[in-house]
């Protein structure tokens, strides 16, 4: 079974931080670059991050408070959330594809997603 597993998502408060995990099963993470994203209600899915082998770039509007690594022998990618504010609460959501190019901008190539976990941002 092919799938992506996110998990660390909850309340937090303003200010305060979260590591997401996304687990890989059914594959191994070295040819696949994998992104994060995030979708809140009534809004469109937004691209925060993208990650290689040996390279990871982040949306500029969340450079110095959004970081991603990955663990390629746990098949585990990270994304580490610091001075979380209320408008980053969303539905976080890991998401696979082949490494035919790499960047950001490439959403539509995507074609292997995980369920999504909640991230809530409130006093």
């Known amino acids: 079974q092919v799938q992506l597993v996110e998990s660390g998502g909850g309340l937090v408060q303003p200010g305060g931080s979260l590591r997401l995990s996304c687990a890989a099963s059914?594959?191994?993470?070295?040819?696949?670059?994998i992104g994060w994203f995030r979708q809140a209600p009534g809004k469109e899915r937004e691209e925060i991050s993208c990650?290689?082998?040996?390279?990871?770039k982040i949306v500029e509007s969340m450079k110095g408070r959004f970081t991603t690594s990955r663990d390629n022998f746990q098949n585990m990618v990270y994304l580490q959330m610091n001075n979380l504010k209320p408008e980053d609460t969303a539905v976080y959501y890991c998401?696979?594809?082949?490494?035919?190019?790499?960047?950001?901008?490439?959403?539509?190539?995507?074609?292997?997603w995980g369920q999504g976990t909640q991230v809530t941002v409130s006093s």
């Open positions: 998401a696979a594809r082949p490494a035919e190019h790499y960047g950001l901008g490439y959403e539509f190539e995507y074609d292997l």
């Open positions: 059914g594959f191994t993470l070295d040819y696949y670059i």
């Open positions: 990650s290689s082998n040996s390279d990871s």
